[in-house]
């Protein structure tokens, strides 16, 4: 009986904090970012999927700064990201806010983004 509830407690504590992308995209995302409606203060992230690869997506959502700037101190950040730095050349001053989520949630972000089926607008389509 006690192992029952115990499941029953675990299920619904996971289930009260399930991921959820919509909201969070909605929540986090959209004062900077749109979905094929063009550019804001950042880049258009519909077809983002198809631009970068999720490891180096998940990199840039987690610390932006380090991207592109690199920090000496930090693995994996210790040079600078030619491509993070050239995106920020061309969407500055503004430094995105660095988020705390991992691969599968910011993949959970990417298939809602793709979910939306639009095309990109604005500078991003101009990016090499």
Known sequence: MKF???LLVLTFTLSTYA??????????CTACHTIG?????????????KRREVEWIVKFVNYPSGMIEGDEEEEGYEKADPIA???YDMYKP???TEFELDK?????????IDGQKKQPKGKITQFK
């Open 4 to 6: 029952v509830i115990n």
């Open 19 to 28: 991921f959820n992308a919509e909201e969070t995209f909605k929540k986090q």
């Open 37 to 49: 409606e063009g550019d804001k203060i950042g880049p258009d992230l519909a077809g983002l999927s």
């Open 85 to 87: 730095k050239k995106l």
């Open 94 to 96: 503004q430094m995105m």
């Open 104 to 112: 599968s949630q910011v993949e959970a972000i990417l298939k809602y």
